[in-house]
């Protein structure tokens, strides 16, 4: 399979006649993602004159026989894919949407493989960690004739097939089995894995894995069947490798590409990603400053309308930190835009000014922030003053390229 490699808001010419390794579309191609768009996020995509353009989602779209995979724009860096995808990779393991590696996410060479490799890659490492420890059993109840009782005697059977054959006895018991509805979900997800790939390394490990499951029965399966696993203490450890399953099963789009080829979808809102990376950074920041921090709340309205007795319009803020008697004292919101530290607006959003101001006015605090990736026009923390207030809100950027995991100093959005 072929890789064709974008970054969020690339402009991609579509073409009559593409060739291998061409930065554009054939019409074939196009039209395949035009039966897809239904199903993808509103505005991930953007038709021009013969052209196409990805917005603020990054993943993989699988459309055939061509893999394209969307990078995220970090600033700098744009003809560099292996640091744009390993910025991604890392974001969404900091962000819990992939699973930590125990060996590390470095031990997967994200500046040689494609992203969906990558997550080929990751779903075999954690699965092999799992199978290591045993693979899922579970009770199937089975009904068969043997020769010594086991479990509970059949009567009816027992007189219906036994009645010449006394030596024998139709039983009914619980027998411990790999072969149940979990293992087969695995098994087709390593299928479908298979037929996607696109390079030697994942597509060695899927087959290495499937030998694993060959005694498994094949099953075509869809979404509903996630709905009905139950998790008990004895597979719990299995159920971030089946949410990965089900990213692989919803995202499978068979009737969309004819033939052989199916078509995959994996995207990620960077706006939504952005938000949850930076908040496991700050909240290990407030943590060290000795300070609570939540997301999304505490919850407050902005308007009580007296004639009906109803709090109207909830305000939400993306991250409030609180001290230890649990009043608020700091508010932040994280923003995947583009900035310009050099212009005197730089570039803020007014609707985004007007939102922290409310903020200081309902929760009573002064110190609020808003987070942007570090760009090459925003390198520093810039403040502005609201006028008639005491407040200030920072503008902070975040470097999503460093390969530690510590941050400049955000203290003072505590201090005073």
């Given at each position: 399979m072929e890789t064709l490699t974008l970054i969020e808001y690339e402009t991609v010419p579509i073409v009559q006649s593409r060739t291998t390794g061409q930065k554009a579309f054939s019409h074939k191609m196009a039209a395949a993602l035009r039966h897809l768009e239904k199903?993808?996020?509103?505005?991930?995509?953007?038709?021009?004159?013969?052209s196409v353009k990805f917005a603020h989602f990054c993943g993989v779209i699988a459309l055939g026989p061509?893999?394209?995979?969307?990078?995220?724009?970090?600033?700098?860096?744009e003809?560099?894919?292996?640091?744009?995808?390993?910025?991604?990779?890392?974001?969404?393991?900091?962000?819990r949407k992939l699973p930590r590696l125990k060996s590390g996410t470095a031990s997967i060479a994200l500046q040689r493989h494609t992203l969906l490799d990558v997550f080929i890659l990751h779903f075999c490492?954690?699965?092999?960690?799992?199978?290591?420890q045993g693979m899922i059993k579970r009770y199937v109840e089975k009904t068969q004739n043997l020769n010594v009782i086991r479990g509970r005697l059949k009567t009816e059977?027992?007189?219906?097939?036994?009645?010449?054959?006394?030596?024998r006895l139709f039983c009914q018991y619980d027998e411990l089995n790999t072969d149940n509805i979990y293992n087969r979900i695995i098994k087709f997800t390593l299928r479908s894995m298979q037929a996607l790939t696109t390079g030697y390394a994942a597509s060695k490990k899927l087959n290495e894995l499937l030998m694993r499951f060959n005694h498994i029965k094949d099953i075509p399966v869809d979404v509903r069947m996630f709905d009905a696993l139950a998790f008990d203490r004895s597979i719990r450890r299995y159920e971030k490798i089946l949410r990965q399953c089900r990213w692989v099963i919803e995202g499978l789009h068979p009737d969309v590409?004819?033939?052989?080829?199916?078509?995959?979808?994996?995207?990620?809102?960077?706006?939504?990603?952005?938000?949850a990376y930076v908040a496991v950074q700050m909240r290990k920041i407030a943590r060290s400053a000795g300070i609570k921090m939540r997301e999304q709340g505490p919850q407050r309205h902005m308007v009580y309308r007296k004639d009906t007795d109803e709090n109207l319009f909830v305000m939400k803020p993306d991250m409030v930190f609180l001290n230890k008697k649990n009043i608020p004292i700091a508010i932040a919101d994280a923003?995947?835009?583009?900035?310009?530290?050099?212009?005197?607006?730089?570039?803020?959003?007014?609707?985004?000014?007007?939102?922290?101001?409310?903020?200081?006015?309902?929760?009573?605090?002064?110190?609020?922030?808003?987070?942007?990736p570090l760009?090459?026009?925003?390198?520093?923390?810039?403040?502005?003053?609201?006028?008639?207030?005491?407040?200030?809100?920072?503008?902070?950027?975040?470097?999503?390229?460093?390969?530690?995991?510590?941050?400049?100093?955000y203290q003072t959005l505590f201090e005073g």
């Open positions: 199903r993808l996020p509103a505005k991930a995509v953007t038709w021009g004159h013969q061509v893999s394209i995979e969307i990078l995220p724009k970090i600033y700098g860096k003809q560099i894919p292996g640091i744009c995808r390993q910025a991604l990779v890392r974001m969404l393991v900091q962000a490492d954690q699965l092999n960690n799992e199978l290591m059977l027992q007189f219906k097939y036994n009645l010449a054959h006394k030596e590409v004819s033939g052989s080829n199916s078509c995959l979808s994996i995207l990620f809102d960077m706006n939504r990603l952005f938000e923003k995947w835009k583009l900035l310009d530290e050099t212009e005197k607006k730089m570039g803020v959003s007014q609707g985004d000014l007007y939102q922290m101001s409310a903020y200081a006015a309902r929760y009573g605090v002064n110190r609020l922030a808003l987070v942007y760009q090459s026009r925003l390198t520093r923390p810039v403040k502005f003053h609201l006028q008639g207030t005491a407040s200030t809100i920072t503008i902070f950027p975040i470097d999503i390229t460093m390969v530690n995991e510590l941050l400049m100093d």
